[in-house]
Nanobody, 122 residues
């Protein structure tokens, strides 16, 4: 499975951005897709995830501002980010896993894409 993330960029505080992550290869094996982020000098942290049935989980820091979604073919996952703050500045990574359990832990994901940089600054 290969994951290709895109959509990062520079946005002003309060603005919006939409990230995409397209899966290819053995996509039939994927059940959960998610997003993590890593700010400069910090550890990678969970952002949001969605499973095959549409179940979702979010980090407390993004609840109410970010929305994760998945296309009907379940090959692409999106992260709509609204009301962005400077603290949201990070490299955002998409991840996927064949297991059925939604997870907030990096260990819960087998496949990882390259990161896409999101910078929130005026």
């Amino acid at each position: 499975v290969q994951l290709q993330a895109s959509g990062g960029g520079l946005v002003q505080p309060g603005g919006s951005l939409r990230l995409s992550c397209a899966a290819s290869g053995s996509i039939f094996s994927i059940n959960v897709m998610g997003w993590f982020r890593q700010a400069p000098g910090k550890e990678r942290e969970f952002v949001a995830a969605v499973d095959w049935s549409g179940g979702m989980i979010y980090a407390d820091s993004v609840k109410g501002r970010f929305t994760i979604s998945r296309d009907n073919a379940k090959t692409t996952v999106y992260l709509q980010m609204n009301s962005l703050k400077p603290d949201d500045t990070a490299v955002y990574y998409c991840a996927a896993d064949p297991r059925l359990t939604l997870s907030m832990r990096m260990e819960g994901y087998t496949y990882w894409g390259q990161g896409t940089l999101v910078t929130v600054s005026s």
